[in-house]
C-alpha cells in the first residue's frame, strides 16, 4: 500500500489544527535540521534553498547549472534557487532562476530525487558528487555524516526557519536493507539510513545533502528524502537516496558530466583534498552498487520564471501559508 505525506509548513501551523485528523490518517514522512546548530559562513555555499510561490526544500549545486534536490520537491514547481547564503530571507545569497524542473521515474516507488536545469551557470562552484567507490571504502555503518539544510529545527516543524544549519550525525545502515521503511524496489544499496537520538533533517530540509568526507575530498553522497518513522516528529533518523544509484540517471537527464569522485590517493601535501573538513577515518564498507530500474518517461516542469527580489520577501512567504507547504516530505511507505 502507498501512502503519500503531505507535512505542513510553519507557516502554515495555524491552519494545520484544522486539518490535523486529515494529516494524520496521510502517514506524514520526512526532513529540518535537528539537534544541530548553525552553518559557517562559507563552508557549503553549494548547499541551495529551492523556492517556490507553494513551498520550499532544500538541494545541492552539482554542476554550473544543476541542482540536485527530492523528486517530491518537484511538486512544488520550483522557479528560483539561492546559492553561497546563510539565510535565504536577507538579500545575499546568488539567485538563480529554473529553467527546467525534472522528477526521477515513478519517484514515489524508486529514487525521491529531482533534477532542476537553471538559466544560466552559477559562479558559486558546485559540488563533486560521490560514485560508487565512496561507498565501497568509505561507508559503513558508524560512519559520520554532515546534514546540511534550511528546514526548521522544532522536532515538530512548528517554527519558521530560514537560516542554514548543520549536524553530524552516524549512519545506521548504509544500504538500507532492514526494515526502516526502505523503498524495496531500489534495496539494498538505493537509500541509506542515518540520524537518531535527536540529531535528524526534518521539515525543509528535504532535497537537501548529506556530505561525507573522505581522504579525497568532501562528496555529496546523499539526498534528504524522509523520516524513518513518519509517524513521529523528526529526531528518530531519516532515509536518505544514495548518490551513486542516480549519478548515470543525472547526467542523462540533464545532458552535463559531474565531477564525480575518484577515489585516487592525494599524493601532494601541499594540496589537501579538502582544506575546510578533516579526514574522517571511519572502516571501510561493501555495500552494493545499485542502477536505476525505471524506464519510464521522467516527470518534467518546464519553467524559466525569473523570480524578483520580492520572492522570499515576508509578502511572498505569507502566502506561502496560504496555497502549499515548506520542505514537503511525501513518501510512499511499505
Known amino acids: 500500500m502507498r501512502h503519500l505525506v503531505l507535512r505542513p509548513a ?8 484544522a486539518i490535523a485528523p486529515a494529516l494524520a490518517s496521510a502517514s506524514p514522512g520526512p526532513a529540518p535540521i535537528v539537534g544541530g546548530g548553525p552553518a559557517p559562513a562559507g563552508q557549503w555555499p553549494d548547499t541551495v534553498a529551492v523556492l517556490s510561490n507553494s513551498g ?8 554550473p547549472d544543476v541542482v540536485l534536490t527530492a523528486g517530491h520537491c518537484i511538486d512544488i514547481a520550483p522557479n528560483l534557487v539561492i546559492a553561497n547564503t546563510l539565510d535565504y530571507e536577507g538579500n545575499g545569497g546568488e539567485r538563480l532562476s ?5 522528477a ?6 524508486t529514487y525521491d530525487v529531482g533534477v532542476l536545469v537553471l538559466t544560466r551557470a552559477a559562479t558559486t562552484p558546485p559540488r563533486a558528487v560521490a560514485s560508487s567507490c565512496v561507498f ?3 561507508f559503513a555503518d558508524g560512519a559520520s555524516v554532515q546534514l546540511v539544510g534550511f528546514g526548521t529545527t522544532d522536532p515538530q516543524g512548528q517554527t519558521n526557519n530560514s537560516r542554514l544549519n548543520q549536524v553530524s550525525v552516524t549512519v545506521t545502515d548504509p544500504a538500507c536493507t532492514g526494515g526502516d521503511g526502505c523503498v524495496g524496489a531500489v534495496s539494498p544499496g538505493g537509500e541509506f539510513v542515518a540520524g537518531g ?8 530540509d528535504s532535497g537537501g545533502p548529506v556530505y561525507r568526507t573522505t581522504p579525497w575530498g568532501t562528496y555529496v553522497v546523499g ?3 524522509r523520516g524513518v518513522d513518519s509517524a513521529q516528529d523528526c529526531g528518530g533518523g531519516g532515509i536518505y537516496v544514495r548518490t551513486d544509484a542516480v549519478l548515470s540517471w543525472i547526467e542523462q537527464t540533464t545532458g552535463r558530466t559531474l565531477v564525480k569522485s575518484t577515489c585516487q590517493a592525494v599524493t601532494d601535501p601541499e594540496e589537501p583534498a579538502d582544506p575546510e573538513e578533516p579526514v574522517d577515518p571511519d572502516a571501510p564498507g561493501e555495500p552494493s552498487d545499485p542502477t536505476p530500474g525505471d524506464d519510464a ?25 496560504l496555497v502549499g507547504t515548506l520542505g514537503r516530505r511525501r513518501r510512499r511507505r511499505r
Open 10 to 17: 510553519p507557516f502554515v501551523f495555524a491552519l494545520t489544527a
Open 56 to 63: 520550499a526544500c532544500t538541494g545541492t549545486l552539482i554542476a
Open 98 to 102: 529554473v529553467q527546467r524542473a525534472v
Open 104 to 109: 526521477y521515474p515513478n519517484w514515489e516507488n
Open 136 to 138: 565501497e571504502q568509505q
Open 197 to 204: 537520538g535527536g540529531r535528524d533533517s526534518c521539515y525543509g
Open 223 to 225: 539526498v534528504v528524502s
Open 297 to 321: 518517461a521522467p516527470q518534467e516542469i518546464v519553467g524559466g520564471c525569473q523570480a524578483g527580489v520580492g520572492a522570499t520577501g515576508p509578502l511572498a512567504l505569507s502566502l506561502v501559508a
